[in-house]
């Protein structure tokens, strides 16, 4: 059981479990390996396999509430499981803004160059790519930010 592993190693089970992931098309709502899945049910079902967070379903949810609403739904099912830090580390959540909140994540593999896992609409599948490569994401009105499962060292 992932309790039993030192943060060293849930932080890598973590990565190796997102990036099993690649390659998944991307399907709003779904959740399945290999069939589809978006960018808040990865997070779920990466965190959620490793052991890490208890089981949780956060749908339904419209595909496209952040173009419509103000609240930071996707940040609200966050601020209960994690913390926000300023520097992260492979295995922690990075959220950006589309729209009028945040609501795009992926779970970040390199933090130098800055690397994520993300199931990304417009690749159609679940990539890894350095945020600087990406022209949606490397926008400064995105204000990436950062949150761990685990305590400041």
Do not use: K
């Not at 390659?23 to 990865?42: F, I």
């Not at 956060?58 to 952040?66: A, C, F, G």
């Not at 995105?142 to 761990?148: G, I, K, L």
Request: aromatic share 8%; charged share 20%.
């Amino acid at each position: 059981m992932i309790a039993n592993l030192s943060e060293v190693q849930a932080r890598a089970r973590v990565v190796a479990e997102a990036r099993r992931w690649i390659g998944t098309p991307y399907h709003p709502g779904a959740d399945v390996h290999g069939v589809g899945v978006d960018c808040g049910m990865l997070l779920v079902r990466v965190f959620v396999d490793t052991g890490l967070v208890p089981p949780f379903d956060p749908r339904p949810y419209p595909q496209d509430w952040h173009l419509h609403r103000d609240d930071e739904r996707y940040l609200g099912f966050l601020l209960g499981r994690t913390r926000e830090v300023a520097a992260p580390r492979p295995g922690d959540i990075v959220m950006v803004r589309q729209g009028r909140t945040y609501s795009h994540g992926g779970i970040v593999t390199a933090p130098d160059p800055l690397v994520l896992v993300h199931a990304f609409s417009p690749a159609q599948a679940v990539i890894e790519e350095p945020v600087s490569r990406n022209g949606l994401l490397a926008q400064p009105h995105r204000a990436p930010r950062f949150f761990s499962l685990w305590r400041a060292p």
